[in-house]
């Protein structure tokens, strides 16, 4: 008898499970190691980001805190605790946010609620105030919500392309958190919320005209915003005629306009830009990439651009790689709710669309929105490296669920 | 049969979601790349036009006003010097309790309080509060650290001679444009040039200097000819004695022989340049601007040129007819009643009869020659303005009564310029030289940019000349045959010169007033190695006296007196010029011992006890800069420890004590 050859790892992942009882062998795929070209970008992005923050308000922070470093050193303390939320994101296992997919979205909806009777900060209900911290529930919201959405797209599955089952459920629970958004008021993260949605339900396979339908639904309902809002028709109407509201609405996104404009093929170079004189107050914030286009010119633009699709393709392949449908979801919202927010951003700053006081994902000044941003995208990292946990055959992943404990199995 | 085994799946997303995915991304990447497009034409296509926008939000253009240059006399000593004075303005956007302010302001300002409030609360970014003030009084406001009140520094222009002097430096107005005088004729030489540069401005309008300032080039230094302490005398002669022959106004010129150099341009009445806003129309150079039928004292010019053109000698005796002579219709009138005279004494008794005879002999077109020869009749360039020609009319033209009182000075006019021109080329051997009152001018870099040369030219002979000094000189002589001006002594020298006493011509009559005089003297000084001329005139006596000798006389002999003992003798062999470069006894008062400092002396370089003039020139030789806060002398020094350039703030007080060279290469030979 020939004694049993040791096979090799490789040999061992290539080899389909066992089917169980008729069901289909699901194949075996390999772990990946972290994806280094993602990390790459963000870190990438995250470096311009802070360098432009420090160049773009060291003159103002002297003036005001007689410290020039001053936003420089808070940055990195974000940035520490951003480092700890990513690599959290990326180590822990994500299917257990799938589990509580639920609670997080109630958790969501109540703390969008709370924030709507906290005291207003600059007229905006965004902010949730525990004492010194405060906290933007609109972070939270974004992780339920695509995490929702990963979760009963997987779930539904086929489903997904009939209009009652597929696509209804999901637009009301969005519409829920859009209508609690605007309530705050924030149209630009409601926006980017609704775009994140559709993108999903596209994914999984929705039906084009739904998404047709509910954009246009959704029209009438921009337009009431915007001409029932006296400041958000101010805003509108500055977009159009930014120099007669140069002072006021308009004042951010002219100024940002001759900061980028000024920059040229390589722009004046890092700490010379002067419009960090005092000419942009939100330099560092939602317009971080004005500053960058003037201090870094127009290859600077460029490179912030190219990594962003660079996450784009990455962010791609991790949801394609991912082990589960759920997973595979998650990577895609969040990466497609980057992609929307830069854009959004990009377009706000290069005079494409109207203001939307979205920031910039990696690049702009820190707060919860940086440390959330990380670990959404640390999460991206852990669905692309394919999870060591290995269920094998349908039937053990069943056995798991009813269990409700994690499974360990070695490859018979 | 087995059935076949289904298809292994990947896990995941399903096939059609992964091409809707790469979909998704595909979409994503063109909608990056169209932001991208736009961005670059934004960033290259457009760029120059949001360049444009923001140099226009970023650039402003700066000028900074350059120091006006000093005026010094030929020693150095400042006769116009600007130094710093403190100004306080407000920016009223950031005064936060206008009431309080106001209260404050008006106690260290001494102002009314109602006035400021307005000036406070008027929502502009700059206004003067008060300009100039004291520095007790900027130190008040400083102290009192209101916010949107500061205090900063203007340029103030002062000078130290006060009215002496006054209309020949003349006057800069507020904003340091010449407009009168040495100020007004070198007033671009002066200004200097503004620095004009570009500084980048912040959002809240506060400019910042990213290259550093840009110095402006200081105007230029200007040395005159004049010397203070003769000027000095000069201006108390002529003042004193307009003051006591109630006269209307009065010259009084001081010439170097040999070079031209006027030494002192005195005229009254004159008036102070540090009281701007004082009425001084009255005062101007009359010594170049005024041009007077100045009558005997241009008989020795009628026989100089008649000595010149050999039709005469001095010792020729002429019939000078008792004093009365008719030419023409008109009859000659002597003071004295002569019967003989010769050349010489022609002049020492200033007969008309006996120059009008000479005149005659001479010929219009010899005289007029030789009157323009002695520099009559045309501008003798000096550098002030508003030189007048005077007029000496084409010879050929003259009737022979005209010819007869040109002889004697009627019917030509003169400026006191030209008389002293041509008194100092009777004194010089012959040689005229063009009058000049500047010496040197030192433009902001140091550079000598222009130096007195003396142009001189033969007016008469040599022989000519020599032979015209005894006649001078025994204008002074006393005794039975006096000469005009036997009355005047002038202590320490023997001297020469020619009274004057014209009557004035009346427009209301058509003719020349019986009773209204101008009266003057030219004189030169010692007589065997002439070193000054002087020449006094005085306008309208109605004192009583009218004779040259009388009125115009005393001038010349104080001002030739004391005057010409400053005026040192040249060494044996050496050529007149230059006497700044010599050491010089100067006005005794201020021969004092170096005070005491109890201080200990400063490092770098030490400026207490020098006048302005020799600070700026210790400082250029330091290479420091310096502002200068007050006038007079250096009081105390401080050094300004955060300047890019060294720079000291001097103090400048009247009382200072003066300090003697302690550093004679910085001093140079010429400090007093």
Redesign the interface.
Known sequence: MVAPRLQTAAELDARPAPAVAGQAPVAVLPERGIDLALLASILALLSIGTVEIYASTSVAAAAKYHDGAYFLKRQLVWLGFGGVAMWLGSTFDYRRLRRWTYPLLIVAFVLLGGALVMPAINGAHRWILLGPLSFQPVELAKLALVSYLAYSLAKKADKVKTFTIGFVPHLVVASAMMAALLAQPDLGSSIILGATTLGMLFVAGANISYIVIAVLSAAPIGYQLIVGTPWRLQRFMAYFNPEAFADKEAYQFLQAQIAIGSGGWSGAGLGDGRQALGYMPEGHNDFILAPIGEELGYIGVAIVLALFVMIVWRGLRAALGARDTYGGYVAFGVTIMFAMQALFNVGVVLGLVPNKGLTLPFVSYGGTSLIMTMFLAGLVLNIGRRPEYQVHTRELVNHAKRKRQRVRVAIA | MKPR??????????R???H???A??AF??I??SG??Y???G???T??E???T??DR??VRSLEVAAPRGAILDRRGRPLAVTTDAESVFVNSREVKDVTATSEKLAAALGLSQGELEARLGSGKRFAWVARRVTDAQAAAVRAAKLPGIGVTTEPRRSYPGGVSGGPVIGIADIDGKGVDGIELALDEALTGKRARFTA?????GKV?LEDGLVEATPGATVTLTLDRTIQGIADAAIADAVIKNRAKSGVAIVMEVGTGRVLALASYPTFDPNAPGTSHTAARDRGVTDTYEIGSVMKPFTVATALEDGVTRPDELWDVEGGSWQVGPKIIRDVDHDVQLTTGEIIKRSSNVGAAKIGLRLGGERLAAGLRAFGFGKRTGIELPGEQNGRVRDGKTWREIELATISFGYGVTVTPLQLAAAMGAIADGGMYSPPRIIERIVDGDGKVVREHTNEKHRAVSARTAAQMLPILQSVFDKGKMAGTAGTIVVPGFICGGKTGTAHKYDPALKGYSPDRYVSSFAGLAPIDHPRIVVVAVVDDPSGGDHFGSKVAGPVFARVASEGGSLIPPPPPGAPVAKPAAKPAAVDSADQRDPAPFDEAVPDGPDFRGLGVAKALDRARAAGVRVELVGSGRVESQEEIVDAAVPTYRLVISERAPRVVARDAAVDGPGAP
């Open positions: 085994p289904p298809k292994p799946t990947t896990p995941g997303l399903s059609s979601a992964r809707r995915a790469y998704a991304a994503m990447t909608l990056f932001v991208g736009h961005a670059y934004l960033q290259v457009d760029v036009h949001y360049r926008l923001a939000q970023h980048v401005r912040d959002a809240h910042l």
